[in-house]
C-alpha cells in the first residue's frame, strides 16, 4: 500500500508542477498579438502558444501553406494536406 501512497504523491507532485508550466506559458500568450489572437474556445492557450512559438513574424509567410510547411519541418512531423474542401488528400513532409 505503501507504493500506491508514495506514486500518488509524485502524481501531485507532477500536477503542482505542471499547474506552474502552464501559468507561465498563460502568461507568454498574454504578451503575444499572434497568440491571442489564435485563441478560440477550440483553441487553447497552450495550442496557440506551441504554434507561435517557433515562429518568429508569421508576415513573413505568403500562404498557410508555406506556414504549415515551416510548421511541419519545425516539429519534424507528418501532417496532412487539407485541400479547400476539407478533404484530406495525401501526407505533407
Do not use: K
Amino acid at each position: 500500500m505503501w507504493r500506491v501512497d508514495a506514486r500518488l504523491r509524485h502524481i501531485d507532485c507532477l500536477d503542482e508542477r505542471v499547474d506552474r508550466v502552464e501559468a507561465v506559458i498563460g502568461r507568454e500568450a498574454l504578451e503575444s498579438r499572434d497568440a491571442q489572437r489564435l485563441m478560440t474556445p477550440q483553441v487553447s492557450i497552450i495550442t496557440a502558444v506551441t504554434f507561435t512559438a517557433p515562429i518568429d513574424d508569421i508576415n513573413g509567410f505568403g500562404s498557410a501553406l508555406q506556414l504549415g510547411g515551416y510548421l511541419v519541418s519545425a516539429f519534424n512531423c507528418e501532417l496532412p494536406l487539407i485541400d479547400r474542401w476539407g478533404l484530406r488528400s495525401r501526407l505533407i513532409r
